[in-house]
């Protein structure tokens, strides 16, 4: 066996017999001092280590060929209807989509953007319509009305049928034979004098700006049915109804009968909300406002392309210099929602996530024509995708965030409200970085070894000091 004085040679912490050493004073305060250093280096060091630190790079886009972004929007304007507001997605890549309705909502809203009343459904606002062909001289039938004689003519008949026009109108002049025929067959099947029950008017838009502006007309032909006692006098709104149908003259003979059928004779009942089977397909509930809020998605490729609304029909002609595109974008973001919580989560790896994936939230972009008609409004939008790794590699978020710049252009054609959108090719990437639980362990170890021994130090400098110094007192001699 070896022998135990042999195991004690190699012993690197000899001990010094307890009657050999010397307790200080400045050993003592140095030890507390030390002590606590050792303490305060302990508790940053553990600080540091239960801190999430991150590594932010920069590299090439790793979404996939074929990847759609989806794209969501609440956006208000004060003078575009719901009736022919139209929403459409273009790309480069040969996408054009038109009038997009699957996922989009629309809210009638006044000039306030307050709203109006329940989601306006267009129905077939934008279905191909029929007209006679053009043939003999036409001779007008139908009651001419002005801003004087409007009101007093429609509370005079139960139902008045009344198309707003305009001369220089494409759709206008294809109507206007079958209308003025079938004002004709109307008067003589029910005389306005011995019947008196519906009337067929017309207004010239040209002519009776206000009054038009005041029945929310913005596509011409609008052919709408007014019902007498049915109109709200408050802000001067109209509860009335719009025909979508067909424009030959049957068509529209057959509309005006199934209106007037339902109402006696004697006495003049009102048919506020009496209709066939037939007029129910081709009539619906006009805007009573000339406002509208559009909300909802769309799904776009990665690649640059535009968001387009603007007043849009197959079958209405429109007056751009009186078309104001002015909007207030009440949310616009880009890829899959984020709730709040997540974002004030995120902030402790990024304090700087998240402040521009809304960027056009709440700003409004109006032309109180001081800009001049025909004005379209673009915003160019540049984003950026920002995905949040883990530390094991697993994605803890991905976001999109934008710049936008806006400016507006006088176009020669009907303005809109563009928003073009281009993705950057390259990508931020935020990495968690973990901390090694043992590499922990040797920065504790490496502060109580390198604290104890500065302290010995010092302690044993201030001890040789001090013995030095009683020495020289003593008048002693090395």
């Not at 009038?99 to 006044?110: A, C, L, P, Q």
């Not at 408050?234 to 059928?261: C, F, P, Q, W």
Request: proline share 4%.
């Amino acid at each position: 066996m070896v022998s135990t004085s042999k195991i004690k040679s190699v012993d690197f912490y000899r001990k010094i017999p307890r009657d050999l050493t010397e307790a200080t004073l400045s050993g003592a305060g140095l030890s507390i001092v030390a002590a606590l250093s050792m303490l305060f280096l302990f508790g940053m060091e553990l600080n540091n280590y239960l801190a999430v630190s991150t590594t932010t790079s920069v590299i090439v886009d790793r979404s996939s060929d074929g990847d759609f972004l989806r794209m969501d929007f609440n956006i208000s304007f004060p003078s575009l209807s719901c009736e022919f507001a139209s929403v459409d997605v273009s790309d480069v890549l040969g996408t054009n989509r038109l009038n997009v309705t699957k996922t989009i909502r629309k809210f009638s809203i006044d000039s306030n953007l307050r709203p109006t009343g329940s989601e306006f459904h267009s129905g077939e606002v934008l279905s191909h319509v029929n007209h006679d062909e053009a043939g003999e001289e036409v001779v007008e039938d139908s009651v001419s009305l002005t801003s004087r004689n409007f009101d007093t003519l429609l509370h005079q008949y139960p139902i008045s049928v009344v198309n707003f026009y305009a001369p220089w109108c494409y759709w206008c002049n294809l109507l206007k034979p079958s209308w003025e025929k079938a004002a004709k067959q109307i008067k003589e099947r029910y005389d306005p004098e011995m019947d008196g029950r519906v009337i067929l008017a017309k207004v010239d838009c040209t002519q009776e700006a206000d009054l038009c502006r005041k029945n929310h007309i913005q596509g011409y032909p609008s052919i709408r049915i007014f019902r007498q006692g049915s109109d709200l006098r408050d802000n001067a709104h109209h509860d009335h109804e719009s025909y979508y149908g067909d424009r030959d003259t049957e068509s529209l003979v057959k509309m005006v009968i199934g209106l007037v059928e339902p109402i006696h004779l004697e006495p003049h009942k009102l048919a506020l909300e009496d209709k066939s089977d037939n007029a129910s397909k081709t009539l619906k509930k006009a805007p009573s406002t000339g406002g509208c809020r559009i909300e909802g998605y769309i799904r776009v490729k990665k690649v640059p392309g535009n968001l387009m609304v603007s007043a849009r029909s197959g079958s209405h002609s429109f007056d751009s210099t009186q078309m104001n595109m002015s909007h207030v974008v009440n949310h616009l973001s880009f890829g899959r929602k984020i709730l709040p919580q997540t974002f004030t989560d995120l902030k402790r790896l990024s304090p700087y996530l998240g402040q521009s994936h809304d960027r056009l939230n709440g700003r409004p972009f109006i032309n109180q024509r001081d800009l001049g008609p025909n004005v379209t409004i673009e915003h160019y939008l540049q984003i950026v995708k920002t995905e949040v790794l883990k530390s094991n590699g697993h994605a803890m978020v991905e976001e999109y965030e934008y710049t936008a710049h806006s400016s507006v252009a006088h176009s020669y054609y009907l303005p809109v409200a563009k928003f073009h959108f281009e993705l950057s090719p390259m990508q931020v990437l935020i990495t968690e970085n973990s901390r090694s639980f043992s590499h922990f362990i040797t920065n504790v170890c490496a502060i109580i070894g390198g604290v104890f021994t500065v302290a010995g130090i010092l302690d044993s400098i201030l001890h040789q000091t001090m013995t030095l110094m009683k020495k020289i007192e003593l008048g002693k001699n090395f």
